[in-house]
């Protein structure tokens, strides 16, 4: 991994700036992982009494330290895309110059991994696997983002899945049970829907550089309803089992929100390139409360 000569006509400086190294780690993007690894704590049916520094811990291990990591190491390996997409990024316009960018990306890979032994053996475990999901998205020979559909599906389950079981794996101390398990792979399933939307923002990079994303392969009105449908299934899954399971309150709870992420996608399907922005500040937000009310309903079983 070395800086190619594309980007030698950037002005280099010697440090990076720091406010461009905030802006490579993406804070805006810490959320949804650390909101899983919530919603597993909440599933586990522990109380976290005497807990609370796991919990704390793993919230921030989940966002600050392992998403941050993921970021700026995809940021390192998408320079060149981003060169075509957006050149001002950080890395791209030089203001994170030379190899800083893989440097700050392998130390934070080396901070995930220490913090995720404070969790004990399954959190490290979990950490690991993490980790080596951050780096199998974005980096060669794997590169996963190339694929639309095994690119979005590991970011999915890193993002949703593996945070949530993690959560509740910490806080209980071993395996969770089979129903946490599957409502977190159903969440994750639906985040592939949501990781597609984020490929709209580089259709025209990801073309040039061979990326398939969705919106590259099918387009942007197809590549829409497929998001829509996996985005909106695994939440159907989710309340028929709540149904199942004798939790009517919080099956009728993720109804609701499922009702209104619809409504929103009848809305983002007019103009999909235009809308996602949109879609992405509203109708995710209903996608996460949905989950956190799972958490309650399984948390009892």
């Known amino acids: 991994m070395s800086v190619s000569s594309d980007l030698q006509s950037v002005p280099l400086r010697r440090y990076p700036q720091p406010s461009a190294v905030l802006q490579l780690v993406k804070p805006h993007t810490w959320f ?63 203001r994170i110059p030379g190899t800083w960018g893989l440097w700050i990306a392998l130390a934070m890979t080396v901070l995930s991994l220490v913090v995720g032994y404070q969790l004990g053996p399954w959190g490290f475990g979990a950490t690991i696997l993490g980790v080596a999901a951050a780096w199998a998205y974005s980096a060669e020979p794997v590169r996963a983002k190339r694929s639309g559909i095994w690119g979005p599906a590991l970011c999915g389950l890193a993002y949703e899945t593996l945070p949530w079981i993690t959560g509740a794996t910490v806080l209980s101390a071993g395996a969770p049970t089979w129903q946490v398990i599957l409502i977190a792979v159903l969440y994750g399933i639906g985040a592939h829907g949501i990781m597609t939307l984020n490929d709209f923002k580089a259709i025209e990079g990801d073309r040039q550089m061979g990326l398939r994303s969705l919106p590259v392969v099918m387009g942007p009105e197809a590549a829409a309803k497929v998001a829509c449908w996996v985005m909106a299934v695994p939440q159907a899954l989710v309340i028929g089992l709540l149904f199942l399971w004798d939790k009517p309150l919080h099956a009728l709870g993720v109804l609701a929100l499922l009702g209104i992420q619809i409504g929103a996608m009848r809305v983002l399907l007019r103009d999909p390139q235009g809308k996602t922005p949109w879609y992405q500040g509203m109708g995710i937000l209903f996608y996460i409360s949905g989950m956190m009310i799972a958490a309650f309903a399984i948390r009892g079983l």
């Open 32 to 94: 949804p992982p650390m909101w899983a690894y919530l919603c597993g704590a909440v599933s586990a049916g522990v109380s976290p009494s005497g807990q609370w520094l796991l919990v704390i811990l793993g919230v921030v291990l989940a966002g600050p330290i392992v998403c941050a990591m993921s970021q700026v190491a995809n940021d390192w390996c998408d320079r060149h895309v981003d060169a075509i997409n957006e050149p001002d990024r950080p890395i791209p316009s030089g």
